[in-house]
């Protein structure tokens, strides 16, 4: 099987993600260092249900306006930073599928959509 790849929603993700120097001067340290660990932990995963079984990540799908988002904890649930992206399926599409568990066993390409602060 193949690992995941991670297309980025705009520059801005991307640089967070790509490039720790940019990461550590705009996010706390141990937010940065974990934000790229997640992404080369995604980057060499199978599939999301590699990153679902481990439950420090705490993946899950997001409701209301943000539907089809699914967002996983940076730094514990704790530090409130959290990694927003988009599922796609086969055909580069977003999901349209309610059940987590094809959606996790499936997806092999991600859009990084953004890095927050949950709580801010």
Avoid: F
């Amino acid at each position: 099987m193949s690992s995941i790849q991670i297309q980025y929603h705009d520059n801005t993700v991307k640089k967070l993600c790509k490039d720790l120097k940019k990461a550590r001067k705009d996010l706390p340290e141990n937010v940065a260092e974990k934000l790229h660990a997640l992404v080369n932990l995604i980057e060499s995963s199978d599939n999301l249900r590699d990153i679902a079984a481990m439950q420090i990540y705490h993946l899950h799908p997001l409701r209301g306006k943000r539907e089809g988002q699914y967002a996983m904890d940076i730094a514990g649930r704790r530090a409130g930073y959290r990694l927003v992206i988009i599922p796609l399926d086969a055909d580069g599409n977003e999901w349209h599928e309610n059940d987590v568990n094809v959606v996790y066993s499936s997806t092999e390409v991600i859009i990084a959509w953004e890095v927050s602060n949950h709580y801010e």
